[in-house]
């Protein structure tokens, strides 16, 4: 983990594994402070503070969660008398996909010899999942800690004098994507609508809705964002994600309309340069989203989770990549 100064008063911390949970943090030290993010358990999340602890001298008055995803939140009960912003669908989606006792359970499990060979046979992707999960985190003590204050489609925060907005973009990675903008010093939290050297993946949203809020970042114009995952870019990386998605689209349109799976199309689509982003294999998820809207589902259709984790273990095998999540 480390700090890197962003602005005048904006800061950045990012994990330099840029694996699944890895998630950015940010501050903006200004009006009693904004944490950005709050990291994927209390261990990351106490070290983020200490980071942030050589530039501020107090705790901050405000957490925005960008959306609800765990290693967005599960550090918000250490800010306890934080006001916590976000979406209006941050609070009931947290609940749903941000309670932490499946993943105690997993990781839990698979330090039982049993657990671990049920589920090598039944489920090997969970089992390499929740191994590289053990790897970082320990999600022991974790309570679900809501937003205290939520916004339909923008929120401005006036802090000494500057405007930060809060811009709701969502859904495209998930419900409650939210952008921040700092215009003064040109700066973006971008959450989950970037994700820089790693492979992408998206719950919830379509992909014409996440070209859409890549636009908007570009529109404006920023001199300096902070992806949700990977290292700091700028308007190049925000045009790469997006000429991306729209290839892995297209790509996925062909396979589609051949009638290959999104399993066999994911094991056999061309990506170029993109294989050299981490996490290679999460190609699936992305041709799948693509089948879901050519087979006209939900956006908000909900995954087998233990089937997405099998089948990027098995786009790894079929093209003799490394399993990382």
Same mark, same amino acid.
Request: with cysteine; aromatic share 8%; hydrophobic share 40%.
């Given at each position: 983990?480390?700090?890197?100064?962003?602005?005048?008063?904006?800061?950045?911390?990012?994990?330099?594994?840029?694996?699944?949970?890895?998630?950015?943090?940010?501050?903006?030290? @200004?009006?009693?402070?904004?944490?950005?993010?709050?990291? +994927? =358990?209390?261990?990351?999340?106490? /070290?983020?503070? *200490?980071?942030?602890?050589?530039?501020?001298?107090?705790?901050?008055?405000?957490?925005?969660?960008?959306?609800?995803?765990?290693?967005?939140?599960?550090?918000?009960? @250490? +800010?306890?008398?934080? /006001?916590?912003?976000?979406?209006?669908?941050?609070?009931?989606?947290?609940?749903?996909?941000?309670?932490?006792?499946?993943?105690?359970?997993?990781?839990?499990?698979?330090?039982?010899?049993?657990?671990?060979?049920?589920?090598?046979?039944?489920?090997?992707?969970?089992?390499?999942?929740?191994?590289?999960?053990?790897?970082?985190?320990? +999600?022991?003590?974790?309570?679900?800690?809501? !937003?205290?204050?939520?916004? *339909?489609?923008?929120?401005?925060?006036?802090?000494? #004098?500057?405007?930060? *907005? @809060?811009?709701?973009?969502?859904?495209?990675?998930?419900?409650? =994507?939210?952008?921040?903008?700092?215009?003064?010093?040109?700066?973006?939290?971008?959450?989950?609508?970037?994700?820089?050297?790693?492979?992408?993946? #998206?719950?919830?949203?379509?992909?014409?809705?996440?070209?859409?809020?890549? =636009?908007?970042?570009?529109?404006?114009?920023?001199?300096?964002?902070?992806?949700?995952? #990977?290292?700091?870019?700028?308007?190049?990386?925000?045009?790469?994600?997006?000429?991306?998605? *729209?290839?892995?689209? #297209?790509?996925?349109?062909?396979? +589609?309309?051949?009638? @290959?799976?999104?399993?066999?199309?994911?094991?056999?689509?061309?990506?170029?340069?993109?294989?050299?982003?981490?996490?290679?294999?999460?190609?699936?998820?992305?041709?799948?989203?693509?089948?879901?809207?050519?087979?006209?589902?939900?956006?908000?259709?909900?995954? /087998?989770?233990?089937?997405?984790?099998?089948?990027?273990?098995?786009?790894?095998?079929?093209?003799?990549? !490394?399993?990382?999540?």
């Amino acid at each position: 983990m480390k700090l890197e100064q962003v602005g005048d008063n904006c800061y950045a911390v990012i994990n330099e594994k840029n694996r699944v949970g890895d998630a950015s943090s940010g501050l903006i030290n @200004l009006g009693g402070g904004v944490v950005i993010d709050t990291q +994927f =358990d209390l261990a990351h999340a106490r /070290e983020m503070i *200490e980071k942030f602890d050589t530039v501020w001298t107090n705790m901050p008055k405000r957490v925005v969660n960008t959306h609800e995803d765990p290693d967005h939140v599960w550090g918000n009960q @250490l +800010f306890e008398e934080a /006001e916590i912003i976000a979406h209006e669908s941050v609070p009931a989606q947290m609940e749903k996909v941000a309670n932490p006792e499946e993943t105690q359970k997993l990781l839990h499990g698979i330090s039982k010899t049993l657990v671990r060979v049920l589920l090598k046979a039944s489920h090997p992707g969970v089992l390499a999942a929740g191994k590289q999960l053990a790897e970082d985190f320990n +999600f022991d003590g974790i309570e679900l800690t809501l !937003p205290t204050t939520t916004f *339909e489609e923008r929120h401005t925060l006036n802090l000494d #004098g500057t405007e930060v *907005e @809060l811009i709701y973009v969502g859904p495209c990675h998930q419900m409650g =994507d939210t952008i921040i903008h700092v215009a003064d010093e040109k700066v973006l939290f971008a959450g989950d609508v970037i994700f820089r050297a790693c492979t992408p993946m #998206g719950w919830t949203g379509t992909y014409e809705n996440w070209c859409k809020a890549l =636009d908007l970042i570009i529109e404006l114009n920023p001199a300096v964002v902070v992806p949700g995952h #990977g290292p700091l870019t700028d308007l190049a990386g925000v045009r790469e994600m997006k000429a991306y998605l *729209e290839y892995v689209r #297209g790509e996925s349109q062909n396979f +589609f309309d051949r009638g @290959l799976s999104s399993l066999e199309a994911a094991k056999k689509m061309d990506i170029g340069p993109y294989i050299n982003w981490a996490a290679p294999t999460r190609l699936w998820m992305n041709v799948e989203r693509a089948y879901r809207e050519f087979r006209n589902e939900p956006a908000d259709a909900p995954w /087998e989770h233990e089937k997405a984790f099998d089948a990027l273990a098995k786009v790894a095998r079929a093209r003799g990549l !490394p399993l990382e999540f």
